[in-house]
């Protein structure tokens, strides 16, 4: 017997999404009780098909901006490294510098912490 290989990407996911809520748009408030009918009957895309494009990217750019930080050493150093991968360069730069912000934020707060309680 031979040997299956399946090989899923990234995008699959998000193509199953979208295309299930163009499908399921003609149908929306409007449920069929029964398994046979039309799922073709007048797909289109909605609201819902937008917000995951929206996310699909979002997601896409996370460990880029992830990575940007880790090799950065200062805030400034992670907006360029987040800039420099090209791309969605807005939108990794922009969390790139909030996890920057966030990190150092929890590192002054509990080194004062620690300051103020033991002197």
């Known amino acids: 017997m031979g ?10 996911g998000i193509i199953g999404a979208i295309a299930g809520d163009c ?7 409007h449920p069929v009780k029964h398994g046979d009918f039309d799922i073709y009957k007048e797909p289109r895309f909605t609201d819902d098909t937008v917000m995951t494009l929206a996310v699909a990217k ?13 090799e950065a050493d200062s805030y400034t150093s992670a907006i360029r490294n987040a800039i420099s991968f090209g791309g969605d360069a807005d939108t990794m730069a922009c969390m790139a510098g909030e996890i920057a ?3 150092k934020t929890v590192e002054l707060c509990n080194r004062y912490s620690t300051i103020a309680r033991y002197g």
């Not at 040997?3 to 699959?12: A, D, E, G, Q, S």
């Not at 979002?58 to 880790?70: A, D, K, M, N």
């Open 3 to 12: 040997h299956i290989t399946c090989k899923i990407v990234p995008t699959t």
């Open 23 to 29: 499908f399921g748009a003609a149908y929306e408030f």
């Open 58 to 70: 979002w997601l896409t750019s996370v460990p880029e901006s992830i990575i940007s930080y880790f």
């Open 101 to 103: 912000v966030v990190v």
